[in-house]
């Protein structure tokens, strides 16, 4: 019994030991580009829900600064009155990884880039997702301040709409 204690003892002893020796680990820097991934801007996404009957509206403080203005352009190119901001999210733009625009929990966007646009902004293939289902794949160009829509599928009485605005360029 004795022996069986004292080799339990030394057992214990060298793990401590051990362990002592992996908390002095070395110690170096990480530097911002070994951490994250470039990226080619940063785009806002929102689900918007229009109607013709009365709906929650635009509370402005969620849009970005260039789209103020949301509702009066949004009108001009879809045949309703009243438009909701059902949700939104802000994502960066990886160069050579994919991007997930997620407003809400059912429909999102696949965002991959394809490099910086000539004259500023920046050119994407994009996957509008409803669930597992892609319903729209595409290219676009995105510039600042100039929002891409794209009409999703009908909802209650009216139709979702999907908006996507390059916010800020990356030096």
């Not at 110690?27 to 709906?55: H, Q, R």
């Amino acid at each position: 019994m004795k022996m069986w204690t004292s080799s339990v003892l030394s057992l214990l002893g060298l793990m401590l030991g051990t362990g002592l020796s992996y908390s002095q680990a070395p110690s170096f820097s990480v530097s911002p580009s070994m951490v994250a991934p470039a990226t080619d801007g940063k785009v806002w996404g929102g689900l918007i829900y229009a109607s013709n009957g009365e709906v929650g509206g635009m509370d402005k403080k969620l849009l970005p600064s260039g789209l103020q203005d949301l509702s009066q352009r949004l009108a001009k190119v879809f045949s309703f009155a009243h438009f909701e901001l059902l949700g939104h999210h802000n994502q960066d733009v990886f160069r050579q990884y994919e991007s997930w625009v997620v407003p809400s929990r059912d429909l999102f966007l696949k965002v991959d880039s394809k490099g910086p646009a000539e004259g500023g902004g920046v050119n994407l293939h994009l996957q509008f997702w409803q669930e597992q289902q892609v319903l729209v794949k595409t290219d676009a160009m995105l510039r600042v301040d100039s929002p891409l829509f794209i009409g999703g599928p009908k909802w209650k009485d009216g139709q979702l709409i999907f908006v996507l605005m390059l916010t800020r360029q990356e030096k």
